[in-house]
C-alpha cells in the first residue's frame, strides 16, 4: 500500500511546494532509540521505497547540459544544483546506471563553472538582478555549501555502488569524477577558508550550520581530509549549542516545524559521513533523536505538519527570491525514514509515508 501511495504522491513534488498551511492534531508521541545501527547511507536508502526514490529523482532530473532548478534558463548560482544526490539515491538502490550518470551531468555542469580561486559566482537573472540587493559574503558562502553538501553525499554513495564501480555504461562518467578530484579539493579549500565568514553569518540558524557540516563531513571524508573533518565538528558543535532540551533547532528565537525537518535531515547526513569511531557521533545522534520527537509532535493524524507558532514558514512567512516559502515536507518525509531504517523501527517508516500521502 506504501508503495502506491507514494508512487502518485512523490510524483508530484515539484508542484507541491506551497502546500503544508494546515494544522492539525498532532499524533500519539514516539521516542527514538538511542542505540542506532551502523549502516551507511548506501545501505539505509536500500530499505526506502524505491518508487519514492525514483519519484524524487525525476523531481532533480537534469536538462541536456546538467543544470537543475533554477540553473535550467541559464546558470544562475551552484546552490541550485543541490538536487544532484537525488538521482544517485536512485540509481544505487535500482542499480540503474542512467540514473547515476544524470547525477554525474549535474557535478560536470556545475564545475564548469568554477572560478581559479575555487568557488563559484552568482549570476542572477536580470528579472532579480535589478529588484533585490547583491548577495553578501555570508550568502555565497552558505550557497557554496548548500551545493558541498549535496556533492560529497553524492560522491560517498558513488563509491559505495557495485553498479557505478562495475558498469562499462559509465566508464567516462567515472573519467568525469576522477578528473574532477582536484576542483572540488579546490571548492573544499575555499569553505574552509571562509569558516569564520560561515560561522558568523550562519551563527543564528542551526540548518544553515548542519549544511556546512555535513558539506566538510562528506567531502572531507572522500578526499581523506582531516581538516575539513575538524571543521565539521566545529559547525556540529555551533548548531547543537541551539538545540533546546525539548529537541528544537531554533530558528528565528524560536521553533519552526519546517526548518526543523531541514535541520534534522543535514543532521543525519553529518552523522553518516562521520567516521564510525567519532566521539562526537554520539552526542550527534542524541541531538537528531530528541529532534526527530519534537518533529513528531508537530505532524497531524491526517500527515499534515503544524505551522502554529513557526518563527519563519507559515502564511504570509519569509520569502526567498518574491516567493513565499513553502513548507519542507519532503525533508520531514526522508528524516522519518533514515530514523526508520537506522532504529529498525516500523512506526517512523509509517510516519514519514503519512506525511508523503498528505501533501500529493
Known amino acids: 500500500m506504501l ?65 537543475l532548478s533554477r540553473n535550467k534558463p541559464a546558470y544562475f548560482s551552484v546552490r541550485f544544483q543541490i538536487g544532484l544526490s537525488a538521482p544517485v539515491s536512485y540509481g544505487i538502490v535500482a542499480a540503474d546506471a542512467s540514473a547515476l550518470a544524470e547525477g554525474v551531468a549535474a557535478l560536470w555542469y556545475a564545475y564548469g563553472y568554477q572560478q581559479a580561486d575555487g568557488g563559484f559566482p552568482v549570476v542572477p537573472p536580470p528579472s532579480l538582478a535589478a529588484g533585490f540587493p547583491p548577495p553578501s559574503a555570508g550568502d555565497i558562502a552558505s550557497g557554496h555549501a548548500f551545493f558541498l553538501s549535496e556533492v560529497g553525499r553524492m560522491l560517498l554513495l558513488l563509491d559505495a555502488s557495485a553498479t557505478w564501480r562495475n558498469a562499462s555504461s559509465l566508464a567516462a562518467a567515472r573519467m568525469v569524477v576522477d578528473s574532477l578530484r582536484p576542483a572540488i579539493a579546490r571548492s573544499l579549500d575555499w569553505m574552509l577558508a571562509r569558516e569564520a565568514v560561515l560561522l558568523t553569518s550562519d551563527a543564528a540558524a542551526p540548518n544553515r550550520l548542519l549544511f556546512d557540516a555535513q558539506a566538510l563531513a562528506t567531502v572531507g571524508r572522500w578526499l581523506g581530509r582531516d581538516d575539513a573533518l575538524s571543521a565539521a565538528r566545529r559547525f556540529t558543535d555551533a548548531a547543537l549549542a541551539l538545540q533546546r532540551t525539548d529537541g528544537v533547532f531554533t530558528e528565528g528565537g524560536g521553533h519552526d516545524s519546517s526548518y526543523q525537518a531541514v535541520a534534522l535531515l543535514r543532521a543525519i547526513g553529518t552523522w553518516l559521513a562521520l567516521p564510525p569511531d567519532d566521539a562526537l557521533r554520539t552526542r550527534l545522534w542524541d541531538a537528531i533523536a530528541r529532534g526527530t520527537e519534537w518533529q513528531a509532535t508537530r505532524i497531524g493524524r491526517d500527515g499534515a505538519i503544524s505551522l502554529i507558532g513557526n518563527t519563519r514558514v507559515f502564511p504570509g512567512g519569509e520569502q526567498f527570491l518574491g516567493e513565499e516559502k513553502g513548507i519542507a515536507w519532503t525533508d520531514s518525509v ?27
Open 3 to 67: 508503495r502506491i501511495v507514494l508512487a502518485s504522491v512523490i510524483a508530484a513534488l515539484a508542484g507541491c511546494e506551497g502546500a503544508g498551511k494546515t494544522t492539525a492534531a498532532p499524533v500519539a508521541p514516539l521516542t527514538v532509540s538511542r542505540s542506532p545501527l551502523a549502516l551507511t547511507d548506501a545501505e539505509a536508502l536500500a530499505t526506502f521505497d524505491v518508487t519514492a526514490l525514483q519519484g524524487l529523482a525525476a523531481t532533480n532530473k537534469p536538462d541536456a547540459s546538467g543544470a
Open 334 to 360: 526522508l528524516s522519518f525514514w533514515y530514523v526508520a531504517a537506522l532504529t529498525d523501527d516500523p512506526a517512523w517508516r509509517s510516519l514519514g509515508g503519512r506525511v508523503a500521502a498528505h501533501y500529493r
